[in-house]
T-cell receptor, first 117, second 114 residues
Framework: AQKITQTQPGMFVQEKEAVTLDCTYD???????LFWYKQPSSGEMIFLIY??????QNATEGRYSLNFQKARKSANLVISASQLGDSAMYFC??????????????FGKGTMLLVSP | DTEVTQTPKHLVMGMTNKKSLKCEQH?????MYWYKQKAKKPPELMFV???????INESVPSRFSPECPNSSLLNLHLHALQPEDSALYLC?????????????FGPGTRLTVL
């Protein structure tokens, strides 16, 4: 079974600083996808970044980058130059084809990020 | 455009009521999903539709009844709910239900069952 672990229930960062949110995963699959989502207090889950298990380069999307270390089974999210609007819950998730061949998302418990002025 | 819309935004219902949640996407996605999310918890998968067919039902009680009338629309019919069903209900869609397909979420419906 797939498992995602986010060990930081909460993180604090000052505006304009960089922050790393940790994510480790466990799977016996060779092929999988790793995702990060942001959920503000409004509730919407916003897709941030994707990394495929066979991608050799770390994914980047604007201020977001994914530090993918396959041997360590980690997929940390790095947010550069934090902004006040980055304050939200962040979920790490992975896809698996365990469920009858249909890809489903397994989520971690999330990390609450608070950005202070 | 990666927009998934959900209506209503908020819903309060009694345990004897029948109501429906609606989800719509116009991205040409062929997989659609319902999730339930309790406060301070990650979303939990309820149902997956792939090419308008119900592909996964995660042992959801029958008081929740999904429906996919066409490739753009997904409904969740609610009947005889319990107070513990109060939660944020999120709809998502993806190109297909493949491994690398990103799921895009709607804003959710906050449901309160009295």
């Amino acid at each position: 079974a797939q498992k995602i672990t986010q060990t930081q229930p909460g993180m604090f960062v000052q505006e304009k600083e960089a922050v790393t949110l940790d994510c480790t995963y466990d799977t016996s699959d060779q092929s999988y996808g790793l995702f990060w989502y942001k959920q503000p207090s409004s509730g919407e889950m916003i897709f941030l970044i994707y990394q495929g298990s066979y991608d050799e380069q770390n994914a980047t999307e604007g201020r977001y980058s994914l530090n993918f270390q396959k041997a360590r089974k980690s997929a940390n999210l790095v947010i550069s130059a934090s902004q006040l609007g980055d304050s939200a819950m962040y979920f790490c998730a992975m896809t698996s084809l365990e469920n009858s061949g249909y890809s489903t998302l397994t989520f971690g418990k999330g990390t609450m990020l608070l950005v202070s002025p | 455009d990666t927009e998934v819309t959900q209506t209503p935004k908020h819903l309060v219902m009694g345990m004897t009521n029948k109501k429906s949640l609606k989800c719509e996407q116009h991205m040409g996605h062929r997989a659609m999903y319902w999730y339930k999310q309790k406060a301070k918890k990650p979303p939990e998968l309820m149902f997956v539709y792939s090419y308008e067919k119900l592909s996964i039902n995660e042992s959801v009680p029958s008081r929740f009844s999904p429906e996919c009338p066409n490739s753009s629309l997904l409904n969740l019919h609610l009947h005889a709910l319990q107070p513990e069903d109060s939660a944020l209900y999120l709809c998502a869609s993806s190109q297909t239900s493949g491994m690398g397909d990103t799921q895009y979420f709607g804003p959710g419906t906050r449901l309160t069952v009295l």
